[in-house]
């Protein structure tokens, strides 16, 4: 046979778009700026409110006054791996001292970000790179800590396990993760040929045109009119003004757990047009959406049913400032009135509680407050309590959060006891799917799709289904998500656009993807594009070109907006692949690699473009560079199997694929092209077993088909 070489496929190794970063660039405005100084004349009281909230202390250089106020002596060192590290506090100066073997090495505070439950610190490495230091301060006990290992997440189950950053890695470094939320009118001048950084601020915290925009039109007009001539258009934004859904979205471009696809968000405009939100495909939230990990709090605050019924805004709750608007807990029930005021009236009836105690505060219960990094955060979601998920799935309950000496099953018991309409087991439907589709349980797909396509869904779980439905093979999924590119929910439609990638060859599919290219939001827009790039735009309608290559324009942008992210370069080499520029996905993987040497991916990706290129030397060293991040790593072994057959040596290629096969029997792509290098070989039966294993791993897949029709007819003249 002579289809070896033309019937194997080299692939490509993606990752999704969303959810590799968690912080966001607030781009400094083109309209001239005064500075939060600018403001404070006509607004004292505001100001001096402000300048000791959480935005104003966001991040604090290390004044005299810090350091003696906020910083405390080290009483020992603390080991991190083979190193000691310990602060130390010398008058108005500090520092963090890393000591070896041999060796000794002072690192100065320079900032620090936080302060609410820790401080984070920073100190100026090479490069112009701020990082973040290897010790934190916790700001309750004044106690010095270990940053990185703080961090790790805890799986109760143990399925899993982190392993603490080196304090140097990327991930910790303020110029690419932190700067967007803790300095204003941020600039980060990074340069991709040096990989170094020039980064500017006009002020550090989140200072008053952050929200409000930019104030010297402002200033300038209030004193032309005089101090007691207000002018009719106040040149500034005015939170009073916005509706409910534009001051939720200002917040959220920090308080969320997202990814950035624009460089720049600026108040008043919509999420979805800057970001990209995480959701329950994360490990970071338990499958019924509590919080495990860090999640800053949008992705559980859409679940709110509160918020689902309209017109409730973080401001009701909070200052533009951070701060909680109730100064005693008790005044958070007020808060609630307006929709429940027999609930809040009567607290001892609905909650079974004393009205006087804890429990008679509506937050106790529905805003729940657990721990991670040190950072207390309540829960958002505002559901009531569920220990039944509590027994499933190990997320916390706000009921043994409070009875800690009692188990999960006798709050369960109670609330059922007290509770006849079994309000908990809509949580726990929703839940058990969430947590069969992270485990690629399949059985319950029906159930599934039928969420998906119901009226009335929650938005979170929905769109979670739908990301993680991209690792089921079953054909039934399609109609589904095509229908979900109708959703009201724009991160609904965002999250159909691009699982709909799979399914390019149903015409059904292709059509709704180009009409999602016109998209109200531009989320929506450049995913539809992204699942689109590998189809030829000439055999697409030519009145929807231009809407097409519009919405592939917005993707380009957005991936090219962070040239100092790993995951933004992978994907943009992916991207270029696609569209058939080799030469330009290979410069975006090798950038990927120099920004993340230790990641498999781009290694991966940038030998497969290597090899398109016919460059097979450089294909071949990628590889050996990716066995040096993961030895064992199955689409390394694939790859390089396929790379093997190319070059002749198919005795070697013939083992890497069994290799694969062994750790990864369900890999269809292997199955297939151990069985056509089998068949290229004459060994026509063994072929057509692993033609057919690749057909029951993806019907769909016609040339799997093909081939093992192909080797049964050569098995058969054979004989």
Not at 158 to 169: A, F, M, Y
Request: charge should be neutral.
């Amino acid at each position: 046979m002579s289809k070896t070489t033309t019937l194997l496929l080299l692939t490509a190794v993606s990752i999704g778009l969303a959810a590799w970063l968690v912080w966001f660039a607030l781009a400094p405005a083109s309209m001239e700026l005064v500075g939060s100084t600018g403001c404070r004349d006509c607004h004292e009281p505001f100001y001096r409110l402000w300048s000791t909230s959480f935005h104003g202390l966001a991040m604090q250089p290390d004044t005299p006054d810090f350091v003696r106020r906020t910083l405390t002596v080290a009483s020992g060192e603390i080991t991190i791996e083979d190193l000691r590290y310990q602060a130390q506090v010398a008058g108005d100066r500090a520092w963090i001292v890393e000591r070896g073997a041999d060796s000794e090495r002072r690192y100065r505070i320079e900032y620090a970000l936080g302060g609410k439950n820790v401080f984070y610190f920073l100190t100026s490495l090479d490069r112009g790179r701020l990082q973040v230091l290897p010790l934190a301060l916790n700001s309750r006990t004044k106690e010095w800590i270990a940053t990185a290992p703080s961090m790790v997440r805890h799986f109760p189950t143990g399925e899993r396990s982190d392993t603490p950053l080196p304090w140097t890695d990327r991930l910790l470094t303020f110029n690419t993760s932190c700067r967007g939320c803790h300095v204003s009118q941020v600039s980060q001048h990074y340069d991709p040929t040096s990989d170094s950084y020039r980064t500017t601020w006009t002020e550090p915290g989140i200072n008053c045109e952050t929200c409000h925009g930019p104030g010297a039109e402002h200033v300038r007009v209030t004193m032309e009119a005089g101090r007691d001539i207000p002018p009719r258009d106040l040149k500034i934004l005015s939170l009073k003004e916005f509706t409910a859904d534009q001051r939720n979205d200002s917040c959220a471009s920090c308080h969320a757990k997202a990814s950035p696809i624009t460089p720049a968000f600026q108040p008043k405009e919509d999420f979805f047009d800057h970001f990209d939100l995480v959701t329950l495909e994360n490990p970071d939230f338990y499958p019924d959406g509590r919080d495990l990990g860090e999640n800053y709090t949008l992705t559980s605050w859409r679940m709110s049913p509160c918020v689902k019924a309209g017109g409730l805004d973080c401001l009701k709750c909070h200052t533009s400032g951070g701060r909680y608007r109730f100064g005693e807990e008790k005044g958070a029930n007020d808060a609630c009135l307006p929709c429940h005021e027999d609930k809040v009236r009567d607290p001892a009836s609905h909650s079974r509680h004393r009205a006087d105690g804890a429990a008679g505060q509506c937050i106790r219960c529905h805003m729940p407050m657990t721990e991670f990094a040190l950072m207390r955060r309540t829960d958002h979601s505002m559901r009531p309590p569920s220990p039944a998920a509590t027994i499933a799935f190990k997320s916390p309950n706000a009921c043994n959060l409070c009875h800690t000496d009692k188990t999960p099953e006798w709050a369960d018991r109670a609330v059922r006891k007290w509770h006849k309409r079994d309000y908990q087991r809509r949580l726990l439907d929703q839940a058990k799917l969430v947590e069969a589709a992270r485990k690629g349980d399949w059985s319950k797909l029906p159930a599934m799709l039928e969420y998906i396509g119901s009226q009335g869904h929650d938005e979170i779980f929905a769109t979670s289904l739908v990301r993680l439905l991209a690792n089921c093979p079953d054909e039934r999924k399609w109609p589904v998500l095509r229908t979900a590119l109708n959703d009201s929910s724009p991160l609904v439609r965002s999250a159909a656009a691009s699982e709909l990638k799979g399914n390019l060859e149903d015409p059904g599919s292709r059509e709704a993807l180009i009409q999602a290219t016109g998209d109200p939001r531009r989320l929506v827009r450049i995913r539809a594009a992204g699942a689109l790039a590998e189809y030829p735009t000439d055999l697409m309608p030519g009145t929807s070109r231009p809407g097409v290559q519009a919405a592939l324009e917005e993707l380009k942008q957005a991936l090219e907006s962070r040239p100092d992210d790993w995951a933004s370069q992978f994907n943009l080499g992916n991207l270029y692949l696609e569209l058939n520029q080799p030469e330009r996905a290979r410069s975006s993987f090798e950038r990927a690699t120099r920004l993340r040497p230790d990641t498999l991916m781009p290694w991966v990706n940038l030998s497969i473009t290597c090899a398109r290129l016919g460059d097979s030397a450089a294909a071949e060293q990628a590889l050996l560079s990716a066995l040096k991040v993961q030895r064992d790593s199955p689409a390394v072994k694939f790859n390089l199997a396929l790379l093997r057959a190319e070059q002749g040596e198919t005795i070697d290629a013939e083992r890497l694929l069994r290799d694969v096969l062994k750790t990864e029997p369900g890999m269809a792509e292997a199955a297939y092209n151990l069985g056509v290098l089998l068949g290229g070989k004459g060994d026509y039966r063994e072929a057509v077993f692993w033609c057919q294993r690749a057909v029951e791993l993806r019907p769909a897949e016609a040339r799997y088909r093909e081939a093992a029709e192909l080797y049964q007819r050569a098995e058969v003249q054979g004989r």
